[in-house]
């Protein structure tokens, strides 16, 4: 099947796929309880709270209040967010923004790392810097990130005061249009220096805590299929028709050890997304995460609704891109087979 057949396939079952993730959701959210809590004040009445139920539809079964929800979605009404004392479509673009913009550069970090520091092992299998670069995998795959983002956060900006917390500078970051709302980006456009700096600065300590543990596990997975590819026959090959040992490793082992390795980045991505929960409240970033842990405690169900709706969809289309990644670097993959 050719790869725009196959994504026009997907495509198609992408609706299908949301729904029944948004209807298991539901149900799962109204199993925590009523999410009229949120909504509701010491002082109000009895009467003022069977209004607000009728108002919502909460004193409906339980089918009725999912199509009134999915009808709301539909018309773009997530619902409002108690948390943030706003409708969710007009907080959700900004918290978004600044979520996506730690989880790529998370994804930057473990993606250069990994398969750098995999490719420097494969190639030196059971030498000093395979054994260096094993002890670092297993050592960021085995740390809890919030214990890790702690240590960063005491090391670099209490003791040090090399990095800063937060997202940014409020003067810097006022100084500017934010077209996108990520601010590397923005800061690019305007052409300030001193703001892109700001932004980057601000990115490094939550990224490389975030990106760490995927760094290893990309790592791992990079040094082993390329220790596997190394031993196969067309590398010989090569190697006999006279390649250098670093054309051999780049231009023919590499690519054919990226395949599994590509599943793996894609899955770390959702890993990083989720990772992002932690990081921003030990880096106190005012993301999407933050503002989900809040909801979480508060019972805000809309947001909650409204954050694992998108990070579903999301991963479908991350999934469909790994794919066609996939099959690129492997033509003997028949997508939809």
Known sequence: MQIKDYVLRRLMILPILVIGTSIIVFT???????????????????????????????????????????????????????????????????????????????????????????????????????????????????????????LLLIVFWVYLGWFPIGRSDPDIFGRIQHPTGLYTVDAIIAGDFGALRDAVWHLVLPAISIGYGATAIIARMMRSSLIEELQEDYVDAARAKGLPERLVLRRHARRNALIPTVTVIGLSFGFLLQGTVVAEIIFRWPGLGRWMADAVLRGDQATIMAYVMFTSILFLFVNLIVDVVYAYLDRRVVLGA
């Open 28 to 150: 799962l959210t109204r199993v925590g309880g009523s999410p009229i809590g949120i909504y509701l004040s010491h002082e109000m009445s009895p009467a003022e709270v069977v209004e607000i139920e009728e108002r919502f539809h909460l004193d409906e079964p339980l089918p009725v209040q999912y199509v009134y929800w999915a009808r709301g979605v539909l018309a773009g009404d997530l619902g409002w967010s108690g948390v943030a004392a706003a409708p969710v479509t007009q907080v959700f673009p900004q918290k978004l923004a600044a979520s996506m913009e730690l989880a790529i550069a998370s994804a930057i970090v473990a993606v250069t790392l990994g398969i750098g520091l995999g490719t420097f092992a494969g190639a030196r299998r059971n030498r000093l810097p395979d054994h260096v670069t094993r002890v670092v995998s297993i050592s960021g795959a085995s740390m809890p990130l919030f214990w890790f983002a702690i």
